[in-house]
């Protein structure tokens, strides 16, 4: 339902967006992850028509942002990275005028709202005022907003950033079940772990380019020595550090303190077994043997050499 096709973007002369593409289909969560800087916002604003697109162009169900923009951002809710609430009017009073923005009547609004407040889990507090709310709550409100003209499309930008712990989990946990009933959603974010529990695919977006696009299983396995096996070991030995380094299933072994090595493996079950079997042979004690699975957190490393925060 969603076409990017080579959307760019500079400002002063400097392009932040050089080029991204992808597509989205209907039904889908998709996830756009990258760290601070990344060109993440300024996408998605030229997605909703709320920035002027250098080149490139945008299509919903075939039409095209710069030729149909009002037709387009009507089937759009966006879900923006500053919440955009007025403090001094109710929860309810927000929603209302949102949804009269998008051309809702009075009454329609008002039940509207009501439906919405009940998705967010605040309808017990409809008519407090927004400046008394948590910034958990005010984004819940806020993601409220962009239900309000009922969008086949919904676009979050880190919805999640600075709230505590409960409100991520119940923002998540909203955004999963509105795409469960069929919402299309676009979910921006530097956390790995929010993109990986909802979405089916995940663009990787680093300096305004997309650098891995696929399924968390596609972009796992693009990662060579995937897995890593983290063992406490006593003593550290060189011939068993050289021993493991020739091992087939291993790609790398690093040591990162005097008693800990890093094992970065193809194959885990193999690896693991040898390992015990190497430990044994060289009577090296095995104090302690952990197994991290491959993340998308090791592949952005890997791709740029950097950690997606800093
Ligand atoms: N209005 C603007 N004028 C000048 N530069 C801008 C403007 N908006 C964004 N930038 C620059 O464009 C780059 C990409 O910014 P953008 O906000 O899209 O990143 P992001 O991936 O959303 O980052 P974050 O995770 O911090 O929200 C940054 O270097 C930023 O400084
Ligand atoms: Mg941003």
Not at 28 to 36: S, T, V
Not at 183 to 197: L, P, Q
Not at 297 to 310: I, K, M, N, P, Y
Request: neutral net charge; contains cysteine.
């Amino acid at each position: 339902m969603l076409q990017v096709i080579e959307l760019k973007k500079s400002f002063g002369g400097k392009p932040v967006v050089k080029g991204v593409s992808f597509s989205v289909d209907k039904g889908e969560a998709f996830g756009l992850l990258g760290p601070n800087g990344a060109g993440k916002s300024t996408t998605i604003s030229m997605i909703c028509g709320l920035l002027k697109i250098d080149g490139g162009d945008v299509r919903v169900n075939g039409l095209s942002i710069k030729k149909d923009p009002m037709a387009v951002k009507r089937k759009i809710g966006i879900v923006p990275q500053d919440i955009a609430l007025y403090p001094t009017m109710t929860a309810k009073e927000n929603l209302v005028f949102w949804g009269k923005m998008y051309g809702l009547k009075g009454r329609e609004a008002k039940a509207k709202a009501d439906r919405v407040l009940a998705d967010v889990g605040l309808s017990d507090r409809a008519n407090d005022k927004i400046e008394t709310f948590s910034g958990g709550m005010k984004r819940r409100i806020n993601i409220g907003a962009a239900l309000m003209h009922d969008p086949e499309l919904l676009i979050m930008d880190e919805p999640t950033v600075g709230i505590d712990p409960q409100s991520r989990n119940h923002i998540l946990e909203t955004v999963k079940r509105l795409n469960e009933q069929g919402m299309t959603v676009i979910y921006t974010s530097h956390y790995m772990e929010e993109v990986e529990f909802l979405c089916e695919r995940i663009a990787i977006i680093d300096h305004g380019e997309v650098i891995a696009l696929g399924t968390k299983t596609e972009l796992c396995n693009r990662l060579a020595g995937g897995t890593v096996i983290q063992l406490k070991v006593d003593p550290i030995k060189e011939r068993f550090i050289q021993r493991l380094k020739t091992m087939e299933a291993v790609a790398n072994v690093k040591i990162v303190e005097e008693d800990r090595i890093e094992v970065f493996v193809t194959r885990a079950d193999a690896a693991l077994s040898q390992i015990v079997a190497l430990s044994l042979e060289h009577r090296v004690q095995l104090l302690s043997l952990n197994v991290k699975e491959p993340n998308l957190e090791a592949l952005f490393l890997q791709l740029t050499g950097r950690s997606l925060r800093d």
